[in-house]
């Protein structure tokens, strides 16, 4: 079946510091991967969307500077947040897809970051 | 850019009754409309889609019905079991190719 297996679960950082979370996809070819953030609230906020051999778009108020991720084969992705801060606390996940943006998402458990 | 709503952020139903989740969007360029559920302490999982081709389409105690009209789409569970309590996202994916997330239903399935 197909998998997505994403890590670290949950991680810890000091305010300023960076923190890096991958996503490995096994039993398909994750051509299109989207990170995501949700807050407590429980709301997903779209960071950017990677298609393989394509840019890597962000979205507003998500920058390549403070977000920057990386989709080098069909099958790993990694996003890192550098110079956390309190505001970026949260659930962040990555949902991989087969073809493009317009099939379904596989998901990872999800990377639970918490800013002292 | 897209904008979803989920207008119900709760739902309370009792075991075998039925459910009806519903998600509004804003792109009549919008084209493929997957429901997602995310369950306590866990993660997403997709549930059901539909594309823009069909206005139906039903696996087992799911269906899923689309108004494009409306720019409506809709998640039906039958003979709910309390293990179907979760919050369930739409996702419709606009005509900028990306899948924005609606806030969630919170349903409760009460034995």
Redesign the interface.
């Known amino acids: 079946g197909a998998l997505v297996y994403q890590y670290p679960r949950r991680t810890i950082c000091k305010s300023g510091t960076s923190m890096r979370m991958e996503c490995q996809a096994v039993g398909f070819q994750a051509t299109s991967v989207a990170w995501y953030r949700q807050s407590p609230q429980k709301t997903f906020e779209l960071i950017a969307l990677s298609t393989v051999n394509s840019a890597i778009k962000y979205e507003q108020n998500f920058t390549q500077e403070k977000f920057p991720i990386s989709h080098p084969n069909l099958s790993f992705s990694s996003m890192t947040v550098l110079n956390a801060y309190l505001e970026d606390r949260g659930l962040y996940l990555c949902g991989a897809s087969r073809g493009g943006p317009n099939e379904r998402l596989f998901f990872g458990h999800g990377t639970k970051l918490s800013v002292l | 850019g897209e904008k979803v709503e989920q207008h119900e952020s709760t739902l309370s139903v009792r075991e075998g009754d039925s459910a009806v989740i519903n998600c509004t969007y804003t792109d009549t360029a919008s ?2 409309f ?1 429901w ?1 559920k ?1 369950e306590a302490g ?5 549930v059901i ?1 539909i594309r823009s081709n069909v206005d139906r389409k039903q696996s087992q105690r799911l269906i899923v019905l689309l108004d494009k009209k409306a720019k409506r789409f809709s998640l039906h569970i039958t003979a709910t079991q309390p293990e179907d309590s979760a ?1 369930y ?1 739409c ?1 419709p ?1 606009g005509g900028n ?5 609606g ?2 239903t919170s349903l409760v399935v009460h034995p």
Do not use: M, N, R, W
């Open positions: 084209s493929y997957p997602y995310q866990k993660s997403l999982h997709f889609d919050i996202f996702a994916l190719y990306k899948p924005t997330f806030k969630g």
